[in-house]
Structures are given as structure tokens and as C-alpha cells.
């Protein structure tokens, strides 16, 4: 089914999504997408700066606490010769007067996470969409306000997460669904990313510049850093989670069961921070997040996930995809594909690109060049413009609240499950059963989404 063919028939009514007012996402396209940024901060002037490209977005409003990200926002509506935004700054809740504005169709939330649950609600309470930044919430309960708010009030919610849209992924997606890989019983992916020069620095350099957090340092290592010290938890699980759930219908037709979380013990931060100043205070410190964490999941329909977040040892980056069938594997740690009876050899693995070119999806062969220099190898672009189509057209967002609340509340779980001696815990059904009816709708062609 063409996604515009579904769009029409009103599908996504009968999968669970009550909107209001009534015909509100079949009203006629918009030519503009009218947006209001909450946080420019360095992952929020990606999103800007992406913005500021298309012909088909105005941003309206910017907010931040802070003068420098304001400043270097106010450098790049320069660089672009695009019309300065209106700003709004001072406390935590600056924000609340840009959702009061009725001249924004959508806002962009890339501010810490313990803001997100509140000004996602408050956005939504205001009659915009929200394209908000990885972690949708802190609780399980705030998971659910999320979704509640979001039937409520008939405004969508999209996690921005990027790696859905990461050309090898869609690549695979699209081998997934040509039954390439047979039936899918077991998958992998994760978080692999030496994050120490990030939650560390002195304050003048992001990235290695000293064994700061909090007040001291830069960008994220001013509240992220805290995270690792407060929680014992899979701390960053979407960028694995969200496409491995297109992979096996997550929330449309599958749905994830149950989890077991274990976590190693912490040793990286501390050890990182004594190498660089020894005696530092700030190796002294227990960080309670374990340096490896590991979540299994249990799925509906069978299949098993295996989540690893690992962050603070020296390691290459990674996200540590998996796709195992009864046909054949893909991994992407080796970049090795292997289909029986149709690789080169027996027993021999393929490299990755052979197949993953033969399967390039429509997606990236229509929108390439446009994405080119986009963040993190165009995956940005893709991401960005799957949302502003969605505010334009009056539509979904292709990953919806569902999907957004499902792949970020493995966080709280987890921490749950580690925290209780690696309890099973249940997986919330936040669609209510509506799981076993929905589609998987998810770039089913080139039309963008």
C-alpha cells in the first residue's frame, strides 16, 4: 500500500490515533512549514541549520537559556540570509511564551533531557506538532503522558531519530521486506560510542578538552555527564531500537513483551578522568551507570533483541546491528552480509555493500543529492524532512507517538530491571492493543516519510 493511499483511506484512525479537530490532518498542504526551535544548542543548530536550507520552512521563533547558542544561531540566519527570529531566553520557562504564538505550525525540542517530557506536553497542548530529540521522558509514567496527550489533543509526536533513515538501514529494511533474509528471529543493535571526550571537557573545547562537567564544561557535558552518575540504565537506547522496530513491525502487527537488563560494572569514567589529571576530584566520584549495558527483549511474534549500550570504554563507534533470518545475516560491525545459497561462497561472508547497493532504497536514490552534507552522512536531512513534510501536509509523522515512546521508555525499564536484580519487566502496550491491527507504513516508497 502507497502511504498516500493509506493517508486517504484514513487508516491511521482506525490504528489508534484520534485527531482533533475533526479532519484536521486531511485539511489542504500547506506550502510553509512555520517552526519554533526550543533549545539551538549544538544538536539544535544541526536542526537549524538544516531548516534554513529548504525554501519550504520558516522559522518563526527560537528559544535557549543560554547567549552563546543564541549568538552562534543568530550567525547562521546570517550566513543563510534568511530573516532573524524572534528569541526568546531567561529561565527554564522562556519557552511557554513561543507555544503561545499562533503563527508556528511545529516545534523542534533538541534541549536536555529532563526537559523534554514537559515542553513536548506544553507543545502539544498548544496546537503544534513536535519533532523532539531523544529521550521522549524519564519515567514510564511520563512515557504515558506523552501518548495521552498527544490522543488528546490530536498533535503528533515524532522522536527525530536519524539512524531510521541511515542509508545502509533503509537498505536493509528494504531486503527485510523483499524476504531476502527469510523469516527474522534474532536482532542486535545498540549504542557503541567512546562518549568520554564528550561528557568531559574544560569548558573551551567539546570535544578532549579537559575532565569537567556541570557548570565548568561545554554542550552536553553540562547535564548529560550527571546522567551517568544518578542512573544505572540503557541511557541511549533509540538509536538502536527505532530501526530494528521497522525491521520486525514493532507496534504494527508485533509488539515488544518483556525485558531483562544487566549492567557491568563502572569503571571507564573514573579511569579516563585519572589518566587525564590524576588525583582529579572527579575520579573519585561513583558513577552508577555500568560502562556496558545489556537489555534481551522478547517480542509477540517470536523473535528476540539484544540492546547494548556502551559508552565509556575507548572503542571505535558503532551501533552493532544484527539482522539474522532463517535465510541469512547481516552484520554491520564486520560489514558482511551472508545469504544462503546466494553468497559468493559457502561459509564465507559477502561484503556489506554488495547487497546494500543492489538494495538501495527508494528513498536515498530520489533524495541523495539533496541530502548530501547533511548530518551524520545525510541521515539528518532525511530526518528533518520526513517531519517538515508531515507539518506541511497536515499528516502523521512516519515515526509516530507510538514508535516514539516505545523505543525510548526501554530506558526507565531497564533501569528497572538492573535495579530490581535483572527482573523481567513488561513492556507497556501503549497502543492499547491496537498493535495487532496497524500497518507498518514506514518509508514504503519515495514520497519522503
Not at 281 to 287: C, L, Q, S, T
Request: hydrophobic letters at 35%.
Amino acid at each position: 500500500m502507497q502511504r498516500r493511499d493509506f493517508i486517504k483511506q484514513g487508516s491511521f484512525i482506525a490504528a489508534g490515533l484520534t485527531i482533533l479537530p475533526s479532519g484536521f490532518l486531511f485539511a489542504k498542504t500547506n506550502n510553509i512549514a512555520r517552526l519554533g526551535f526550543i533549545g539551538v544548542g549544538l544538536r539544535g543548530r544541526g536542526h537549524v541549520k538544516g531548516a534554513l536550507q529548504r525554501d519550504d520552512v520558516e522559522i518563526v521563533a527560537i528559544c535557549d537559556t543560554q547567549a552563546e547558542p543564541l549568538k552562534l544561531t543568530r550567525e547562521l540566519f546570517s550566513k543563510y540570509n534568511k530573516k532573524l527570529p524572534q528569541e526568546y531566553t531567561g529561565g527554564i520557562d522562556a519557552y511557554k511564551k513561543l507555544l503561545e504564538r499562533k503563527d508556528i505550525d511545529a516545534v523542534i525540542i533538541a534541549t536536555p533531557w529532563q526537559f523534554h517530557h514537559s515542553q513536548a506536553i506544553d507543545a502539544m497542548k498548544s496546537g503544534k506538532y513536535v519533532g523532539c530529540e531523544v529521550i521522549a521522558g524519564l519515567s514510564v509514567k511520563e512515557h504515558w503522558d506523552i501518548v495521552n496527550t498527544s490522543e488528546k489533543t490530536g498533535m503528533p509526536y515524532m522522536t527525530l531519530e536519524n539512524v531510521c533513515y541511515r542509508r545502509d538501514v533503509m537498505a536493509v529494511l528494504n531486503m527485510v521486506r523483499q524476504n531476502v533474509f527469510g523469516e527474522l528471529v534474532h536482532l542486535e543493535a545498540g549504542y557503541q560510542h567512546d562518549l568520554r571526550p564528550v561528557l568531559f571537557n574544560d569548558g573551551k573545547q567539546f570535544h578532549g578538552g579537559g575532565v569537567e562537567f556541570g557548570e565548568k564544561a561545554l554542550a552536553e557535558a553540562q547535564w548529560r555527564t550527571q546522567f551517568n552518575i544518578d542512573r544505572n540504565a540503557d541511557l541511549y537506547p533509540t538509536h538502536g531500537a527505532g530501526p530494528v522496530m521497522n525491521y520486525i513491525d514493532i507496534n504494527r502487527g508485533n509488539r515488544f513483551t518483556n525485558l531483562v537488563s544487566f549492567s557491568s560494572k563502572a569503571r571507564g569514567l573514573s579511569d579516563y578522568v585519572e589518566k587525564l589529571s590524576p588525583g582529579h576530584k572527579n575520579a573519585k566520584i561513583n558513577y552508577k551507570s555500568g560502562d556496558v549495558s545489556t537489555t534481551m527483549i522478547n517480542c509477540a511474534n517470536g523473535e528476540t533483541v539484544l540492546l547494548t549500550h556502551d559508552t565509556h570504554l575507548p572503542r571505535p563507534y558503532a551501533i552493532g546491528f544484527r539482522v539474522q533470518g532463517t535465510n541469512g545475516i547481516w552484520e554491520d560491525v564486520a560489514k558482511s552480509i551472508y545469504i544462503e545459497n546466494k553468497s559468493k561462497k559457502y561459509d564465507q561472508w559477502d561484503p556489506a555493500d554488495d547487497w546494500t547497493s543492489k538494495y538501495d532504497h527508494p528513498l536515498w536514490k530520489k533524495y541523495s543529492q539533496k541530502a548530501a552534507g547533511g548530518g551524520h552522512g545525510g541521515m539528518d536531512w532525511y530526518v528533518l524532512n520526513a517531519f517538515i513534510l508531515a507539518v506541511k501536509d497536515k499528516k502523521q509523522t512516519p515515526i509516530d507517538v507510538y514508535d516514539s515512546v516505545t523505543m525510548s521508555v526501554i530506558l526507565p525499564l531497564s533501569e528497572q530491571s538492573i535495579a530490581k536484580g535483572n527482573a523481567s519487566q513488561v513492556f507497556p502496550d501503549f497502543t492499547r492493543g491496537k498493535w495487532k491491527t496497524r500497518k507498518n507504513t514506514f518509508a514504503l516508497d519515495d514520497s519522503g516519510y
